[in-house]
C-alpha cells in the first residue's frame, strides 16, 4: 500500500474530480481513489505507477497504460492513479 498522506491526497482528489465534466474519468478517479486507500501493489518507480492488475498483469501507468480500457481510448483507473500519485508528490516536494 502506497504510504500516504491522507489529508493531502484527498485534497488532490478532489481537485482532479472537479477539474473534468468527463464522467468516465471521475469513475477512473473515484475508483484510483479505493485502490491508492487499499491495494498493496503499487508502486511509484520515481516515472510511472506500477500496479500489479486483478487480472495479474503488471500495469506501467503515467500517460500511456497497458490495460485493455487503454487501447480502445478510454479513460482507466491506472492512468487516473498515476496522475494522482504525480499530483500528490508535486505538492509535498
Ligand atoms: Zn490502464
Redesign the pocket.
Known sequence: MMNLNQTTMREVIQEAFDKTNNLRWQMAITRAAQELDSNPFMHYDGHALV?L?ESNEI?S?NGT??????AHGKP????AAARLVTRYNARCN
Not at 65 to 70: E, L, N, R, S
Not at 76 to 79: D, E, F, G, V
Open positions: 500496479i492488475s500495469y501507468a497504460c497497458q490495460c485493455k480500457a487503454f482507466c483507473w491506472h492512468r
